[in-house]
């Protein structure tokens, strides 16, 4: 597997899982978006992290999930001896963040925050980078701002593909998707 996702020789591959099982503690797996996959629940990953690999009982693990799923990762019998919660961006961050965005337009950056003030709904969708990111160049391209997420991220495949058809030289205005525009 490591051989296919890195370019690797099959005796690269066995000295890096040799390493691991004798160095466990020396190691760190991230297991990101662990909710997406297609893991089987008698896989190696799930015996590592109900604590049923004794060769790997020592290895460092991170596994990040979105917050409605780690309920239930918890629930099952694990390993996890902390469980942390990243918290969405406070009022103070999503200013400042809107301030860093638009540090070229700060006209763009004084109305996006009054309307952000005004429309809670709208400030509701700032709280990670990518949704705020998202906020923002819509925002800065003139876009009506949405106030569902669902919205947003409409706007944003949009925005894109209208980018990238008008630099291919195929875009006319109304053209792209009109069934996803928001209402």
Same mark, same amino acid.
């Given at each position: 597997?490591?051989?296919?996702?890195?370019?690797?020789?099959?005796?690269?591959?066995?000295?890096?899982?040799?390493?691991?099982?004798?160095?466990?503690?020396?190691?760190?797996? *991230?297991?990101?978006?662990?909710?997406?996959?297609?893991?089987?629940?008698?896989?190696?990953?799930?015996?590592?992290?109900?604590?049923?690999?004794?060769?790997?009982?020592?290895?460092?693990?991170?596994? *990040?999930?979105?917050?409605?799923?780690?309920?239930?990762?918890?629930?099952?019998?694990?390993?996890?001896?902390?469980?942390?919660?990243?918290?969405?961006? +406070?009022?103070?961050?999503?200013?400042?963040?809107?301030?860093?965005?638009?540090?070229?337009?700060?006209?763009?950056?004084?109305?996006?925050?009054?309307?952000?003030?005004?429309?809670?709904?709208?400030?509701?969708?700032?709280?990670?980078?990518?949704?705020?990111?998202?906020?923002?160049?819509?925002?800065?391209?003139?876009?009506?701002?949405?106030? +569902?997420?669902?919205?947003?991220?409409? +706007?944003?495949?949009?925005?894109?593909?209208?980018?990238? +058809?008008?630099?291919?030289?195929?875009?006319?205005?109304?053209?792209?998707?009109?069934?996803?525009?928001?209402?």
């Amino acid at each position: 597997r490591l051989v296919r996702l890195f370019g690797m020789s099959k005796n690269d591959e066995r000295d890096i899982i040799d390493f691991i099982c004798q160095h466990p503690s020396q190691v760190v797996v *991230v297991m990101d978006s662990l909710d997406e996959a297609q893991i089987n629940e008698d896989s190696l990953i799930w015996q590592i992290i109900r604590g049923q690999c004794e060769e790997l009982a020592k290895l460092n693990l991170l596994v *990040v999930t979105r917050p409605c799923e780690a309920a239930s990762l918890l629930a099952k019998k694990s390993i996890f001896h902390r469980h942390l919660e990243v918290v969405g961006f +406070t009022k103070e961050k999503i200013d400042s963040y809107v301030d860093a965005f638009f540090v070229d337009e700060p006209h763009k950056a004084c109305s996006l925050r009054e309307l952000l003030k005004s429309q809670p709904e709208v400030r509701s969708l700032m709280h990670t980078p990518l949704l705020a990111t998202m906020l923002c160049r819509s925002f800065q391209m003139d876009k009506a701002l949405p106030s +569902t997420q669902t919205q947003l991220y409409q +706007t944003a495949v949009l925005s894109m593909l209208e980018q990238s +058809t008008e630099k291919a030289g195929h875009y006319t205005p109304g053209s792209i998707l009109g069934d996803l525009r928001p209402p």
